[in-house]
């Protein structure tokens, strides 16, 4: 699960708009995105992401965003999604290679999506954790501002925990080009020069119990289904962005490509009624709701970007 405790119902705030009205228009305004005919045709998923937020300028709801606050609306949304589906994948990693676990699985889970990102090294694999972050960050800000309480007992790591979990292992993997980063988020200099322990952690663990399922070029690749449900009521507008951005596709040839899956697998996103994102042990699926994109819609609303430009609005007044 994303985070802490789901529950059984819907969180109601997950419906609710943003200021600038994003979620009705969020992600597509009319099938923005093309087949890929034309040599202009965006083929990377930050492309495509880009090209969105474009096309998103005449919407009469959006009008009060820059290009750059779209865009960084969309990357948000797409980026916490992105480390869910991954955090959900190590629990199939941890499933299907029947990887003995010592210590909380949800934390080994996030270190598979960590490491993994880290490990592709680009530009838009480095966004992803950063918007992941955020959004724990964003998360811990909303449940105080709701006085959610806090739950010890669970089995995921309070919001900032987690969030400090994505920027220690990043700054050990590079402590220079994460510096920034960790700075930004108050993480003090005595943490930062010891988190290259945690980072060879976990990049060792997954590297070592991984390494004897690395698919090899001869190997044919396990097939792994993508199916993309129907968004009900207000939740369409994600199912036609996330098919138009291929983001299932995206995760799963990389999957594919990287590991000898034992058992071929499906990846889907549908209307589930509930706000979550899963592995469902023995089935082999994984699941993200659009509930949960919606959610994210939601969360951002607590971002500074948006939060202090209200602020200066009212001291114009």
């Not at 080009?177 to 010891?194: G, I, N, V």
Request: proline share 4%; hydrophobic share 35%.
């Amino acid at each position: 699960m994303r985070r802490k405790d789901w529950r059984n119902s819907l969180n109601a705030s997950g419906y609710r708009l943003l200021g600038y009205g994003l979620m009705a228009g969020l992600l597509f305004a009319g099938g923005a995105i093309s087949a890929p005919t034309e040599p202009s045709t965006p083929t990377t998923v930050q492309e495509r992401i880009s090209e969105v937020a474009r096309s998103l300028q005449s919407n009469p709801k959006l009008k009060k965003l820059t290009e750059t606050q779209r865009e960084n609306v969309v990357n948000f949304i797409v980026g916490n999604m992105l480390f869910v589906m991954l955090h959900e994948l190590g629990h199939g990693a941890i499933e299907q290679f029947k990887i003995p676990i010592l210590g909380r699985e949800e934390d080994t889970a996030d270190n598979f999506a960590i490491i993994r990102l880290l490990e592709v090294g680009s530009a838009f694999s480095h966004r992803i954790l950063v918007e992941a972050t955020r959004g724990w960050f964003l998360s811990d800000r909303r449940d105080r501002d709701s006085k959610e309480p806090l739950y010890y007992y669970d089995e995921h790591g309070l919001d900032k925990q987690r969030a400090y979990q994505i920027v220690c292992i990043m700054v050990g993997s590079d402590p220079v080009e994460f510096k920034d980063l960790a700075d930004q988020t108050k993480m003090p200099d005595d943490r930062q020069s010891t988190c290259k322990i945690d980072y060879d952690t976990a990049f060792s663990g997954w590297s070592t119990v991984l390494k004897p399922d690395l698919r090899s070029p001869e190997q044919p690749k396990t097939k792994i289904d993508v199916t993309y449900g129907d968004g009900q009521g207000t939740l369409d507008v994600y199912a036609q962005g996330f098919r138009s951005l291929r983001m299932l596709e995206a995760v799963r040839d990389r999957a594919a490509d990287l590991l000898a899956w034992p058992t071929p697998f499906t990846l889907e996103m549908q209307t589930c009624g509930v706000i979550n994102g899963m592995w469902q042990h023995g089935q082999n699926k994984l699941t993200l709701c659009y509930e949960l994109a919606a959610d994210f819609a939601d969360l951002y609303r607590y971002n500074d970007e948006l939060t202090s430009s209200k602020k200066k609005k009212r001291k114009s007044k």
